[in-house]
């Protein structure tokens, strides 16, 4: 069985403060995909990267950057210099990658973390 | 307008009498699925389905039954529902090609069985 560990529930930062949201997870699965996601108040999840497990390079978009260390099963998610438009739970998330194709139907969720930034 | 939409929004029922909560969708997706939401439990995958007539299981599917006979609808059905079963219920619906990636989620349906 697959599952992934988001240990922080809640974070609460002061604009322009760096955040990292931890993830940890477990698979036995030799590939697969992982996830994050964002929900904000208006409901609905928000992708934000999806990661192959045989790409360990770690990826930067803007504000935020994502360190994916298969030795320690971790997938952490940093924002730099975080704004009150980035309250919201984020999400990480497993999904086994089957066959050669891409896409994917299970996804099995952390817990979530809250993040607040405070003005 | 892109919509999910899911019915009933709340629902108060009693243990054993069987429901349906229905998901509709108008995007063209194929996939769809359904996620319960529990305070400290987070997302939970009940099912989820890859296109019309192709359905599998997530990570919490007992005491579930799902169907997809048109690509628009994914109906979950509870034939005895338990208080077990109380929860957020979220149906979410994605297309399978592309890069955008990001789930489209219905309104909500909360559930209390007595």
């Known amino acids: 069985a697959q599952k992934v560990t988001q240990a922080q529930t809640e974070i609460s930062v002061v604009e322009k403060e760096d955040v990292t949201l931890d993830c940890v997870y477990e698979?036995?699965?030799?590939?697969?995909?992982l996830f994050w996601y964002k929900q904000p108040p208006s409901g609905e999840l928000v992708f934000l990267i999806r990661r192959n497990s045989f790409d360990e390079q770690n990826e930067i978009s803007g504000r935020y950057s994502w360190n994916f260390q298969k030795s320690t099963s971790s997938f952490n998610f940093t924002i730099t210099a975080s704004q009150v438009v980035d309250s919201a739970v984020y999400f990480c998330a497993l999904s086994p990658r089957k066959g050669g194709g891409t896409s994917y139907g299970k996804l099995t969720f952390g817990q979530g973390t809250i993040l607040t930034v405070h003005p | 307008e892109a919509q999910v939409t899911q019915n009933p929004r709340y629902l108060i029922t009693v243990t054993g009498k069987k429901l349906t909560v229905t998901c509709s969708q108008n995007m063209n997706h194929e996939y769809m699925s359904w996620y319960r939401q529990d305070p400290g439990l987070g997302l939970r995958q009940i099912y989820y389905s890859m296109n019309v007539e192709v359905t599998d299981k997530g990570d919490v599917p007992e005491g579930y039954k799902v169907s997809r006979k048109e690509k628009r609808n994914f109906p979950l059905i509870l034939e005895s529902p338990s208080p077990n079963q109380t929860s957020l219920y979220f149906c979410?619906?994605?297309?399978?090609?592309?890069?955008?990636?990001?789930?489209?989620f219905g309104p909500g349906t909360r559930l209390l069985v007595l």
């Open positions: 698979t036995r699965d030799t590939t697969y995909y």
């Open positions: 979410a619906t994605r297309p399978l090609a592309g890069i955008g990636e990001t789930q489209y």
